[in-house]
């Protein structure tokens, strides 16, 4: 199963959008934490709209290949 970050905002859950295994989403709110100790982070399970990394990369690389900006 892959998850991703989730934070409550206005009373309803904020999805991070970027999906990976349950130890590498642990390693990001660590992350997180260290730069912003007082949020509220946690680990939820992922839903269809997220992306891997992979997919995140690759969608991010088409974006700057076709502004020509790679």
């Known amino acids: 199963m892959l998850y991703e970050i989730g934070y409550i905002q206005n009373g309803e859950i904020v999805r991070g959008g970027v999906k990976a295994p ?7 709110i660590r992350e997180q934490l260290e730069l912003c100790p007082d949020a509220e982070l946690f680990a939820i399970p992922a839903n269809g709209e ?15 290949e076709e502004r020509g900006l790679s």
């Not at 349950?22 to 990001?28: A, E, F, Q």
């Not at 891997?52 to 990369?57: I, K, P, R, S, V």
């Open 22 to 28: 349950l130890l590498t989403v642990g390693k990001w």
């Open 50 to 64: 997220a992306m891997t990394e992979q997919e995140l990369h690759a969608s991010l690389d088409a974006y700057f």
